[in-house]
């Protein structure tokens, strides 16, 4: 439904005096990018808002976007799928890890430490549509993900509320294991 939207959008943006096929392409895939995200975002904000969690909700995302932004991460395909999948990752971080007790503190260290070993190894993730073609730039984006992960863990080190230490802890995991199991891309 997504994709016909943005077809239909890309339609009327590109009248038939302008018909740049990859204009035309890159249009469509950016319109199907944002209605795909603005309908998970909306999505997630009402269901977290509807189920009280909407704090650690944002907490997680605020993790998740700061780390992914320079990492990376997995892929899915279709909106559903992605919907899914990006919803059970926000109840097991701002839900179930929550409600869970107060864990040693080298638990968290050990989190930490096999995070940022797998985004030093795997960091940065990139897609077919945007390549990250440079080394250069590839091992920028890498160590800012690792430094993204260390100032994480420090200052959830620091804090004195144990939802917000699992709710925080629990997201660097999941984008660490993310990483493991996307695929790199074939550029």
Sequence with gaps: MINK??????SLICTEIYNNTKDRARIQYGLTVLLSEGFKTVFLLLFFNIIHKEKYFY????IILSTRL????LHLKGTLNCLIATTLLFILTSVLAPSAPKLPAACY???SIISLVIVL???PICSVRIPIKDNKT??????AAALVVAIWTIILLFLESTTYVNCGFSTILVQGVQLVLAKKPTL
């Design 5 to 10: 939207l943005a077809l239909q959008l890309t």
């Design 59 to 62: 907490f997680s995302l605020l």
């Design 70 to 73: 320079f990492a990376g991460g």
């Design 109 to 111: 260290l050990l989190v």
């Design 121 to 123: 190894v795997r960091a």
């Design 138 to 143: 590839k091992l920028q984006y890498k160590f």
